[in-house]
C-alpha cells in the first residue's frame, strides 16, 4: 500500500494547481452556504417552456454571481450521496455501489474536517430520514458537526409533496436553524422536491407543463421550476435573517434528473438529436457561486464537482497543496479544461470522448481518436488512483503532518 500511495501521491503534487491570487482568500471566515440542488441539469438555465422561463430566479441570480457553465456532474450509482462525496472529498466516487454505504468507516479529509480546524461550525440540512444513503454514518467520518435530518423539521402531510418536505417549507425552517447556528457555519442544503418522478400539487405548479408523450420530462420542467421558487424564498429568507451579506452562496446541480430513457421527448424540447455527444453534453449542472460584493460573471473554464473541494478552500483561504485530492480550483487561470466523468466519458476545451469515441467539443463532429488519447490515459489514472484511495483506505497512511488539528 505504501508504494501505492507513493505513486498516487506524486501524481496529485505533479498536478497541484496554485490559487487565482485575485480571488484567494477572498471569503475568509466568512460562512458558506451549499445548495444541493436535485437533479437539476444545466440545459434549464435561460430555457423556456410555452413562453415561459423555467429558472427565472436563478437567470437573474447568475447575472450577480460567477456562473460556470460548462460543469459537470461526476456522479455513479450513489446519486445525490455520490455527489456529496465529490464535493467534499475532491475524490471521485466508485464505478458501482455507493460510497456512502460501503466505505463509510474510511479515513477522510473532507471539508467539514479541514473547515472544523479553522473555527467554523459545519452542519448537513436535509428533511429525510437520516440513515437514507447511510448519512448519518457517513457524515461523522467526513466531520460534520451537525445533521439536521427528519425529526429537525416540521412535516406534515400539508406541507409534503413526492419523496417528502416540500422545498420552500425547507428552506423557510432550515433559516431558523441557521439564525441558531455558531458562526461562521460550513451549512450545506440538500433539496428534494425535484426528484423524479417529479411529483407536485397543483398549487405549486407555477408554468405550463411541456407537452409531448413522455410525463416525466414533462413535469420535470414544473418540478425545476418550483425549485427555482424555492431559492428564491431561501435568498430573501437569508436576507430577513442578516445572514445574506456574510455568506458566499454555492450552488450546483447534484446529477442528471432525464436519463437517456426519455431521449424521444428531449430530442423535441432541444430540437437536436440526442446522440452520445449531446447525452455526455447534458451531464452539466449549474455551479453558481455568489460572493457579496463581487459582480461576477459567467466562467466557461471545463470542470466538474471534484473541483469544487479546492475552489471552496481557496476561497477562504485556505492552502490545498499537499492535499490528496484530484480537483483543481476553478478560478485559478492555470488549470487545465477537464471534466473526467465516473463512466471514463471526459470532456476538454478540444476534445469529447464518450463510448469509445472521440469527438470535436466544438463541432460535435467525430474525429480520430489518437487525438483523444492522452486523456484517455488520464482519465483512466485518475478514477484507478482515486479508487484506489478509497478501496485500500489509504487516506489512513497519508499526511498527517500537514494536518492542523
Ligand atoms: C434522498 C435524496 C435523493 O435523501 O438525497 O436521493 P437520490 O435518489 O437523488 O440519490
Ligand atoms: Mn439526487
Redesign the pocket.
Known amino acids: 500500500d505504501g508504494s501505492k500511495l507513493a505513486d498516487i501521491e506524486n501524481y496529485v503534487r505533479a498536478n497541484y494547481i496554485p490559487p487565482s491570487e485575485e480571488m484567494f482568500g477572498i471569503a475568509q471566515n466568512k460562512n458558506i452556504i451549499l445548495i444541493s440542488m436535485?437533479s437539476m441539469q444545466n440545459f434549464v438555465i435561460g430555457a423556456k417552456v410555452n413562453d415561459e422561463d423555467i429558472t427565472p430566479f436563478l437567470n437573474k441570480f447568475i447575472e450577480e454571481s460567477f456562473y460556470f457553465d460548462q460543469f459537470y456532474h461526476q456522479t455513479g450509482q450513489g446519486?445525490?450521496?455520490d455527489s456529496e462525496f465529490i464535493v467534499d472529498n475532491s475524490l471521485y466516487p466508485l464505478s458501482r455501489g455507493a460510497v456512502f454505504f460501503t466505505h463509510s468507516a474510511n479515513e477522510f479529509y473532507a471539508i467539514p474536517e479541514v473547515l472544523d480546524n479553522h473555527g467554523y461550525f459545519t452542519a448537513s440540512l436535509?428533511a429525510?430520514n437520516k440513515s437514507?444513503?447511510n448519512r448519518d454514518i457517513m457524515y461523522n467520518s467526513l466531520g460534520y458537526d451537525r445533521f439536521f435530518s427528519y425529526t429537525d423539521y416540521e412535516i406534515t402531510k400539508e406541507n409534503s409533496v413526492g419523496w417528502g418536505l416540500k422545498d420552500v417549507e425547507f428552506f423557510r425552517q432550515s433559516v431558523q436553524h441557521l439564525k441558531d447556528a455558531p458562526k461562521p457555519f460550513y451549512a450545506k442544503f440538500?433539496t428534494?422536491t425535484n426528484?423524479f418522478p417529479f411529483e407536485l400539487e397543483e398549487q405549486d405548479r407555477l408554468i405550463k407543463p411541456f407537452n409531448s408523450n413522455d410525463k416525466t420530462v414533462n413535469q420535470y420542467f414544473l418540478t425545476v421550476r418550483y425549485l427555482d421558487e424555492s431559492l428564491k424564498t431561501f435568498i430573501s429568507e437569508l436576507k430577513n435573517a442578516g445572514l445574506y451579506e456574510n455568506s458566499i452562496i454555492i450552488l450546483y446541480g447534484?446529477h442528471y434528473g432525464i436519463s437517456e430513457n426519455h431521449n424521444k421527448a428531449m430530442k423535441e424540447f432541444l430540437s437536436e438529436d440526442i446522440t452520445p455527444f449531446v447525452s455526455t453534453q447534458l451531464q452539466r449542472v449549474p455551479l453558481i457561486v455568489h460572493i457579496p460584493g463581487m459582480k461576477g460573471e459567467t466562467i466557461s473554464s471545463i470542470g466538474g464537482q471534484i473541483d469544487l473541494k479546492p475552489t471552496i478552500l481557496h476561497l477562504l483561504g485556505i492552502e490545498t497543496k499537499g492535499d490528496m485530492q484530484f480537483g483543481s480550483d476553478l478560478f485559478s487561470q492555470e488549470r487545465m479544461d477537464i471534466a473526467v466523468l465516473r463512466n471514463g466519458s471526459f470532456i476538454t476545451k478540444d476534445y469529447l470522448f464518450t463510448r469509445n469515441t472521440c469527438y470535436s467539443n466544438e463541432t460535435g463532429e467525430q474525429v480520430e481518436k489518437v487525438l483523444c488519447e492522452p486523456y484517455i490515459e488520464k482519465a483512466k489514472i485518475e478514477l484507478e488512483y482515486s479508487d484506489q484511495i478509497i478501496y485500500g483506505d489509504l487516506l489512513r497512511f497519508y499526511g498527517q503532518p500537514l494536518r492542523t488539528k
Open positions: 436535485e446519486k445525490t450521496s436535509h429525510n437514507f444513503w440538500i428534494l426528484h447534484d
